[in-house]
């Protein structure tokens, strides 16, 4: 199976800050990965697709890069909806597999 | 409005099984693929199961392959997940998801979750 690191695993920021979040790929998957918000208690929801299309409705603040194994989401200008854990998921091949999520903190 | 209801979640002994269902509206259910993606309490997300819009492609997680038995009734608009011989570890809430598309893992809807509890 593919493995995906997320990295970091917390980070501390303020309303206003740039924040960029990485995952990496053991293994090239052109650009099948996604990004998911999940808030506590409530279910995942999709953020950017095939690395960095952005899903209908999500602000345009969210923005995801990259392809092969290395892939970054970013969020410029943090809002305080924004704080919740965030994960990547590839779909290249099966079983799909998720980052280990960054749960990112008011500071 | 594209929806998902889990249902079936319950406690159950180690060793016993249990049959998951989600019901699902606002879309042409057939034109695409479902999973089934579970979090345990304070962890992360793990995928679980995939099936393609007709059904005859079907994964598993290695944690789970022998054990877990997704399917679905395109008649119904309804996911399944028959889960057998549960272990502790598989105490998780159970969301399952919309593909985007007929054999898609990109996942645009998602239910509420159905809660497993795996205890003696």
């Known amino acids: 199976a593919i493995q995906m690191t997320q990295s970091p695993s917390s980070l501390s920021a303020s309303v206003g800050d740039r924040v960029t979040i990485t995952c990496r790929a053991s293994?090239?998957?052109?650009?099948?990965l996604g990004w998911y918000q999940q808030k506590p208690g409530k279910a995942p929801k999709l953020l950017v697709y095939?690395?960095?299309s952005l899903q209908s409705g999500v602000p345009s603040r969210f923005s995801g890069s990259g392809s092969g194994t290395d892939f970054t989401l970013t969020i410029t200008s943090l809002q305080p909806e924004d704080f919740a854990t965030y994960y990547c998921?590839?779909?290249?091949?099966?079983?799909?597999?998720f980052g280990g999520g960054t749960k990112v903190e008011i500071k | 409005e594209v929806q998902l209801l889990e249902s079936g979640g319950d406690l159950v002994q180690p060793g016993g099984s249990l049959r998951l269902s989600c019901a699902a509206s606002?879309?042409?259910?057939?034109?695409?693929?479902m999973s089934w993606v579970r979090q345990a309490p304070g962890k992360g997300l793990d995928w679980v199961s995939g099936?393609?819009?007709?059904?005859?492609?079907?994964n598993y997680a290695d944690s789970v392959k022998g054990r877990f038995t997704i399917s679905r009734d395109n008649s119904k608009s309804t996911l399944y997940l028959q889960m057998h011989s549960l272990r502790v570890e598989d105490t998780a809430i159970y969301y399952c998801?919309?593909?985007?598309?007929?054999?898609?893992?990109?996942?645009?809807?998602w239910g509420q979750g159905t809660l497993v509890t795996v205890s003696s």
């Open positions: 998801a919309k593909g985007t598309g007929y054999n898609s893992g990109t996942l645009d809807y």
């Open positions: 606002g879309f042409s259910f057939s034109s695409n693929a």
């Open positions: 099936i393609s819009g007709s059904g005859g492609s079907t």
């Open positions: 293994q090239g998957i052109r650009n099948d």
């Open positions: 095939g690395a960095s």
């Open positions: 998921l590839q779909d290249y091949s099966y079983p799909l597999t």
